[in-house]
Nanobody
């Protein structure tokens, strides 16, 4: 069974870059057809898909966040990372990493990590 664990700072100052890492166990991030996504949920709002990196190292981004988002991976560590630049308090949310395929809903979720943007 695939397990995902987010890690990173819980507090980021406005205008800085938010960086989170998702460590995957129980499966390889290069497994065929697996997609690895970042999803967030601001307080009192619904889930927002931010972007994904595929088993073949192709990235996809939400159009609304594309200019500020970068997702990359480290196959030696079986990790993928999220960088969100120029953050504002509106980026305060619980951030999740997740695994799915191109044709499925999320199969596995990380537990989520709270990130607060505040000076």
């Amino acid at each position: 069974q695939v397990q995902l664990q987010e890690s990173g700072p819980g507090l980021v100052k406005p205008s800085q870059t938010l960086s989170l890492t998702c460590t995957v166990s129980g499966g390889s991030i290069t497994t065929n057809y697996y997609y690895w996504s970042w999803i967030r949920q601001p307080p009192g709002k619904g889930l927002e898909w931010m972007g994904a990196i595929t088993y073949s190292d192709i990235t996809y981004y939400s159009p609304s966040l594309k200019s500020r988002t970068r997702i990359s991976r480290d196959t030696s560590e079986n990790q993928f990372t999220l960088q969100l630049s120029s953050v504002t308090p509106e980026d305060t949310a619980v951030y999740y990493c997740a695994q799915h395929t191109a044709w499925s809903a999320v199969d596995y979720w990380g537990q989520g990590t709270q990130v607060t943007v505040s000076s």
